[in-house]
Structures are given as structure tokens and as C-alpha cells.
């Protein structure tokens, strides 16, 4: 069996490791916060999208997603990195990962950091390497790009309280939907140490706003929030079970955002997991959760109408939102030039941004099916449920079979690439291995 810590690595040897044992971690998204740089130190920190995704003025944006270390010494049945597995393990240094960070974004290949961890030793551990490590980032290195910080259950309060003030968003991962999953799959955990880190934050988060608000000089805590993710697949709950624990964790906690994360079976065949099949993960089904989990975000949605004890599943061919409609024709066709913002917003095919303008432009005037064309409703579908001083865009049986049958043929567009493998740091600029050794040596 491989040493548990190799203390001869090279760093870009520990970063080939743990970026990729990183690579199912899904909890990274836009920063939602703005910070200026003061000009005394490196970076800034933009609200715009992070990890690969783009700003407002078109610049790609990304993160270092790394793990700390790779070691842990929890055996969960459906991670990588359980103390069980015959696996290589490292573990990076504070000042391998600030050289890291500072390196690639002096390169400008990364806008901010995303540090997840194994539990090395003891959750408390970890957490004061993961405490140096960004107090060396923001203190010695005058680092003041994004970080997100994964937060390690079962740690004291104090040192999350402190790792607080340094990052910008923090998460702790819920892992399985309920506590019964738990207790199958990660029995050394327990769902009361995963939701106690969750209530700190929040209950910080909020005091600190207080005293911001008091005293302008006060540093802030966590100021993009917090966000936590879920293994989809790995256990028996429904859809509309795993709906209602990210509601009650919105509700309860504040979160900014749930993730979701399809089922990889990454170990050997364990009876307690479900075995490999030809169709892999379940994305589908991963991606019919983030559309459900967007209608309870922003439009006004409640997860008991999108689902419930008889109908506990979604609907693999049409999406949360149409699926809804359907099933609720008594409310349809609406009036586009009478009805109110939220009963727009239950519109197949209209979006936050489409029902805006519309209840901004009809009060110079009536609509017509072309001008909501201009405001970006999506026709194909809304012109099922929708009407335009009381006509409908051409005569259509408003009845479930046929709008089904119709929809269907339109065929939704699914996201384009739907896989786990994580971009590389340097392919992705072009870069070969070699040139990703010179950067690392040079660091």
C-alpha cells in the first residue's frame, strides 16, 4: 500500500494529484460579491461567473480547484479519497498552495482559488493548515482574488469563525440528501456536524452585516455566502424527497446555492452502492434538479408543486417547468397584457429577464406574439399557454396529450458537454505538460 503522505513530491507531482482528485467536487459557481483590490495588494474579486464560465464582458474566468490534501480518515463508501482505498496520497503545504495560487494568477489562468480537503489527522487539523493557508494568502502574499473554502465538519467553531474573514464563500458538503443515507454510506459522519458548521455561518454572516453596518472599517465575514452539495444516485431518495431537503436548507440556512452531483461510482463494487451501468451517471436526472432548483430560486416555486408522494419522480423527457403546466391547464392560456409578474413567470418559454420587460412594455401599449418574440420569450414553447389580447399566436387544442406530443418534437436543448472529467489548467491555454513544469519550477 502507497505511504500515506509522499514527502518527496514535487509540487507540480502534488498538484496533478490533487487537482484531479478535485475534479468531483462540484460546489464551485460565480462569487457574487464585489471587492475592489486597495492597490497595496494582487487581484480584486468580481461578482461576475468563476470556474469557467463567463463574465459580462466576455472574459472566460476560472479558479485553482484543488484539494488540500487527499488524505482522510473517513472510509465513505462513495468517495475517492476513503481511508480504505489503495490510492496515492499528498498533502500540498500553505506555501505550496499560496505559490500556486499567486503563480497562476500572476499568468492570469486563474481569477481566484477553490480549496477543498481530505480530514488529515483530525477536522480540527485540517482546518488550522487550511487557517494558515489563507491567512498567508491574504497577509503575506496580499492576495485579494475569490477563494472559496470548504468548511470540514466537526471542526471547532472558533477556527471557522477565523477561516471566515478570510474567504469569500464557504461551504460544507451535506453529501447524501438524509440522514438515513448517512448513516449507510458515511457512518463515521453525522448530520449533526454537518449542519452545526451551516447555522455558524449563517448566524455570523448576519451579525457581521449588523456591525458593518455600524462600523465601516469592520472586515467582512463570508461575504458571497455559503453553499453546500449532494451526492444524486448513491442512495434511494426521490426527487421530490431530495427537492424538499434543498428547500427546508434555503429556507433554514440561507444558502446561496445547492449543488448537485450525479453518482460517480469511483471504487470497487460495494454491495451498499448501486452497481455500474451502461448508461453512467445519472446527468439527466442531475440536470432536472438544477432546473427544479432554479423555478424554487427565482420563480416563486415551492417544491410540493413540482412534485409530490404519487408523482415523486421528474420527468426525464420535458423539463420541471412544462411538466408543471401540464399538469395545471385550468390556469391557461394567460393573458400576456393582464397577467401579474409571478403568473408570467409560469410560463413555459418565459424567463425572469422576458416577464420584466413584458410588464415594463405593455404599459405603453398592448403586446403582440412579435414583440414578445424581440423580449426573448421563447415561442415555440409559450405559444401553448399564452395569449395576446385574447388570441393565441394560431389555433391549438389546449389539452396535455397534444401540447405534449408538440413539445416533444421541439426537442429541449440539454446542456452541451455533461461530463466529470475536470479541464485542465493548461490544456485549456494550449499549454503541453512541459510548459506546465517550467510554470511550476519557476514558482
Not at 513530491?9 to 464585489?34: E, F, N, P
Not at 480504505?84 to 500572476?106: G, H, K, Q
Request: proline residues 4%; hydrophobic residues 35%.
Amino acid at each position: 500500500m502507497y505511504d500515506k503522505i509522499q514527502e518527496k513530491m514535487s509540487i507540480y507531482d502534488k498538484l496533478h494529484i490533487l487537482s484531479d482528485a478535485a475534479k468531483y467536487d462540484v460546489a464551485c459557481t460565480s462569487s457574487g460579491v464585489d471587492r475592489k483590490g486597495d492597490g497595496r495588494g494582487m487581484g480584486n474579486c468580481s461578482s461576475a461567473g468563476i470556474c469557467h464560465s463567463f463574465s459580462a464582458d466576455g472574459r472566460c474566468v476560472s479558479l485553482l480547484k484543488i484539494l488540500f490534501t487527499n488524505e482522510c480518515i473517513y472510509d465513505c463508501k462513495y468517495c475517492i479519497n476513503r481511508s480504505s482505498n489503495d490510492v496515492l496520497r499528498t498533502s500540498f503545504t500553505p506555501e505550496e498552495v499560496c505559490t500556486l495560487t499567486m503563480e497562476f494568477y500572476r499568468r492570469n489562468y486563474i481569477e481566484g482559488l477553490f480549496l477543498s480537503s481530505g480530514v488529515l489527522k483530525s477536522p480540527d487539523y485540517t482546518m488550522e493548515l487550511i487557517y494558515a493557508t489563507l491567512y498567508q494568502l491574504r497577509h503575506v502574499y496580499h492576495f485579494q482574488g475569490y477563494i472559496h473554502v470548504k468548511t470540514i465538519p466537526g471542526a471547532d467553531a472558533e477556527i471557522i469563525k477565523r477561516v471566515g474573514f478570510l474567504a469569500d464563500r464557504m461551504s460544507v458538503n451535506l453529501e447524501l440528501p438524509t440522514a438515513e443515507g448517512l448513516k449507510l454510506l458515511a457512518p463515521h459522519k453525522n448530520r449533526r456536524n454537518i449542519l452545526a458548521p451551516m447555522r455558524l455561518v449563517q448566524n455570523k454572516a448576519n451579525e457581521n452585516k449588523q456591525e458593518i453596518a455600524l462600523y465601516k472599517n469592520t472586515p467582512q465575514f463570508v461575504p458571497a455566502g455559503q453553499s453546500t452539495q449532494m451526492i444524486i444516485g448513491a442512495t434511494p431518495e426521490t426527487d421530490f424527497q431530495i427537492l424538499n431537503v434543498a428547500e427546508s436548507l434555503y429556507k433554514k440556512f440561507e444558502l446561496k446555492r445547492v449543488f448537485y452531483s450525479a453518482f460517480v461510482p469511483v471504487n470497487k463494487e460495494c454491495s451498499l452502492l448501486p452497481k455500474r451501468t451502461e448508461e453512467g451517471p445519472p446527468l439527466l436526472r442531475e440536470h432536472r434538479l438544477y432546473q427544479a432548483d432554479w423555478l424554487l430560486r427565482f420563480y416563486h416555486f415551492e417544491a410540493q408543486e413540482l412534485l409530490d408522494e404519487k408523482n415523486p419522480n421528474f420527468n426525464i423527457f420535458l423539463d420541471p417547468k412544462c411538466n408543471w403546466a401540464l399538469k395545471h391547464l385550468e390556469y391557461f392560456p394567460v393573458e400576456v397584457n393582464r397577467a401579474d409578474y409571478r403568473m408570467l413567470l409560469r410560463v413555459p418559454g418565459i424567463g425572469c429577464k422576458s416577464a420584466s420587460r413584458i410588464v415594463k412594455a405593455r404599459r405603453f401599449g398592448n403586446l403582440r406574439f412579435e414583440d414578445l418574440k424581440k423580449m426573448g420569450v421563447v415561442l415555440k414553447r409559450a405559444l401553448y399557454f399564452l395569449t395576446c389580447s385574447g388570441k393565441m399566436l394560431y389555433p391549438v387544442k389546449v389539452e396535455e396529450d397534444y401540447i405534449t406530443r408538440n413539445l416533444l418534437r421541439t426537442k429541449e436543448k440539454l446542456p452541451d458537454s455533461m461530463t466529470y472529467q475536470q479541464l485542465s489548467l493548461f490544456d485549456d491555454m494550449g499549454f503541453g505538460e512541459k510548459q506546465a513544469r517550467q510554470i511550476v519550477s519557476q514558482s
